[in-house]
């Protein structure tokens, strides 16, 4: 895990670093071999199409909606045009097999948001 990656999650409250954690296990065990990097400030995976965020009170497991049907986007929050997200306010909010579907879903047929 690069330096910069671990400083994220360690300056994070313990409620939202351990939510960071274990989306990330998730999303590294979904995706095997996924880039990791610091982009925009979060935690980017596959090449920006996935995201995670440390928030307040939570954390934002974010997706690239481009090249989503409606139907597909209608799965996240948010009204951005190129990105949605789902909140995670605790560990029962972490439905793994959704959220895994979701993940391999976006890194099949998302494209990169600009």
């Keep these: 895990m690069e330096e910069k990656i671990k400083q994220y999650i360690r300056k994070q409250k313990p409620k939202e670093k351990e939510l960071l954690r274990k989306a990330r296990g998730l999303i590294l065990k979904t995706i095997p071999g996924s880039d990791e990097s610091l982009k925009w400030g979060v935690l980017s995976y596959s090449g920006g199409k996935i995201y995670l965020a440390a928030m307040k009170d939570k954390i934002h497991v974010g997706f690239s909606i481009v090249g989503l049907s409606e139907k597909e986007i209608e799965n996240f929050e948010g009204s951005g045009k190129t990105t949605r997200h789902i909140k995670i306010y ?25």
């Design 90 to 114: 605790s560990e029962k909010d972490l439905k793994e097999k959704n959220i895994a579907n979701l993940i391999k879903m976006v890194d099949k047929k998302a494209g990169i948001p600009k």
